[in-house]
């Protein structure tokens, strides 16, 4: 399948591949629809009562101004997970 792309797509997913690691477009696609899918997948009714409490225990964290900025929590993410299998193909 050819798919053609704006100047402006084209950059944003080269700046998408330098900033996660991630070595080809075909990857990055390929997890932003898998993200897409699970984006779009429980609703909230469907999911399991744990959880349903774990996240209204986080809105109740938000409201209260007790969040953090999302790109402290990205760096964070990306120091535990993405180092780590960085690290484990050595």
Do not use: N
């Amino acid at each position: 399948m050819a798919i053609t792309l704006s100047a402006e797509t084209e950059r944003l997913i080269e700046e998408r591949m330098k900033e996660t690691g991630i070595a080809t477009p075909d990857g990055l696609v390929r997890i932003a629809l898998q993200a897409l899918g699970e984006a779009e997948g429980e609703d909230f009714e469907d999911l399991d009562p744990e959880t349903q409490a774990a996240i209204e225990r986080g809105l109740a964290q938000a409201d209260r101004g007790e969040g953090r900025p999302w790109e402290e929590v990205r760096e964070e993410i990306r120091a535990r997970f993405i180092g780590k299998q960085d690290s484990s193909h050595d």
